[in-house]
């Protein structure tokens, strides 16, 4: 659709309001003279009423000269001036004078006098008056009524009806109606307003869905940590009753109980610290500090608090690195992200397996790998993968797996710091986990800029 602007409209409106009563005007004179010439403009009523009482008065006055030629050609300069003419007749009906002997004019009226003394006829006069501007001013006032009623009516179409279904339809989005059509404009302006409140709507519609979505997300980890806390919890609570009631009677029963209320107690705090990661990673809170970070130190150390759990498990972990890491970031968070990540690799790798570690930089970047040699992720787990809850086994079984937050938390921690996370299968067998993050060079040229 082609559109207008304002101003140009405007102007359209202008001379359209200053040609429509013009045009009137033209045509109102063509009928009135048969000529669009305006050499001689119409006199106005005063002024034509005292050159015709002048132009009688003489007449009268002089009837016995009407046969005068000097005073025929002194009258003829009266007629012309006021644009009359004028036909003489002597008592008998016979013309004495004609001011236009061609009457090639055309003239508004004829006025006849009848001349007469002491009851005698003396004579006769015909007195051509010229046409007023009457009707040429009533054509211009109509021409101007005519052009506001019609600019109003288009004024209406192209401006006031456009801005008042913009504003019906702003009322019932409003109201929370999101499917509604905003009206077209052929007017630039107004159409400019109507595609920024279409990209409006499309926006709180997709802001709209993401908030749902996130709604869901929401009530699906609070039944998931009510069922993940219910579990220990109840084991918590059970042993300890036991202790109390003094069924563990012996001094290896009552350690035995005292270590699987630790084990539970391990269990929730483990819990509640993913869940407070999680918030925080989830929300934005709190701004990462920016320090010079050894990547492979922090895998080392991530290795070192997982070695506990592999060497339970007879798996072998080994970080190897053939240069230095550099990145600029929170070691205390990278620490977490890759500690879940092998806590994960561990978790999933069967008994005297193997979880291998590599870091090293390229093109700005500084990647890492983990490898291991379990079964790998399965088709349907690797586009779910870091969705927060999410396992692999639905049982939600602790013996097989963790809170279902690590794989989400360290995502997002990667992320935070500007880099990516990915996962997949190793061509020769097991999960790959492969990361990436900005060089500490390319991070200070980013803040540069």
Same mark, same amino acid.
């Given at each position: ?24 005007? *033209? ?14 403009? @119409? ?85 051509? %008056? ?40 702003? !009322? ?13 404009? #052929? =007017? ?25 979505? %996130?709604?869901?997300?929401? #009530? ?98 080994? *970080? ?6 550099? *990145? ?7 620490? !977490?992200? =890759? ?31 983990? !490898? ?15 969705? @927060?809850?999410? !396992? ?16 989400? =938390?360290?995502?997002? =921690? ?36």
């Amino acid at each position: 659709m082609r559109t207008l602007r304002i101003r140009k409209l405007m102007l359209l409106f202008l001379l359209f309001i200053l040609l429509l009563p013009w045009l009137l005007f *033209v045509t109102a004179h063509y009928i009135e003279s048969g000529t669009f010439r305006f050499s001689v403009a @119409p006199l106005p009523n005063e002024e034509q009423q005292r050159q015709q009482n002048e132009i009688v008065e003489q007449i009268e006055r002089n009837t016995e000269r009407w046969s005068a030629s000097d005073w025929q050609a002194q009258l003829k300069g009266l007629l012309d001036h006021a644009n009359m003419n004028v036909s003489l007749f002597s008592a008998s009906g016979q013309e004495i004078y004609r001011s236009d002997v061609n009457q090639t004019k055309r003239y508004a009226s004829v006025e006849r006098y009848t001349l007469m003394e002491d009851g005698r006829l003396k004579g006769r006069v015909e007195l051509y %008056l010229p046409k007023t501007n009457q009707l040429q001013v009533w054509s211009i006032f109509t021409g101007f009524l005519l052009a506001l009623f019609v600019i109003g009516m288009e004024m209406r179409r192209y401006l006031i009806k456009p801005l008042e279904k913009l504003s019906a339809s702003v !009322r019932l989005l409003a109201g929370g109606e999101w499917n509604v059509p905003m009206p077209a404009s #052929r =007017i630039k302006e107004i159409a400019d307003v109507r595609d920024a409140f279409d990209e409006m709507v499309q926006g709180l519609k997709k802001s709209n869905l993401q908030q749902t979505k %996130l709604e869901e997300e929401r #009530r699906f980890v609070i039944a998931a940590v009510a069922h993940d806390l219910r579990t220990p919890l109840f084991a918590l609570r059970g042993y300890l009753d036991g202790l109390q009631l003094g069924i563990a009677q012996s001094p290896e029963k009552t350690a035995k109980y005292i270590a699987v209320c630790k084990e539970k107690a391990s269990q929730l705090h483990r819990l509640v610290e993913d869940l407070f990661t999680f918030a925080k990673m989830d929300y934005g809170e709190g701004a990462i500090v920016k320090e010079i970070v050894n990547l492979r130190t922090v895998l080392q150390q991530s290795a070192d608090s997982v070695e506990p759990f592999a060497r339970q498990k007879n798996v072998t972990l080994a *970080v190897r690195s053939a240069e230095a890491c550099i *990145v600029r970031g929170d070691a205390h968070l990278l620490e !977490r992200a =890759i500690s879940n990540l092998l806590d994960n690799a561990v978790r999933y790798t069967p008994d005297h397996g193997k979880v291998s570690v590599e870091c090293g930089s390229a093109n700005d970047q500084v990647w890492f790998t983990i !490898r291991d040699t379990g079964p790998g992720f399965a088709p349907e787990e690797l586009g779910r993968l870091f969705e @927060p809850l999410f !396992r692999g086994e639905m049982s939600r079984n602790r013996a097989t797996g963790g809170s279902g937050l690590g794989m989400t =938390i360290s995502e997002r =921690i990667i992320r935070r710091h500007g880099g990516e996370l990915a996962a997949g299968n190793d061509p020769s067998g097991g999960a790959l986990l492969s990361g990436r993050l900005p060089s500490v060079q390319h991070a200070e040229k980013a803040t540069e800029r």
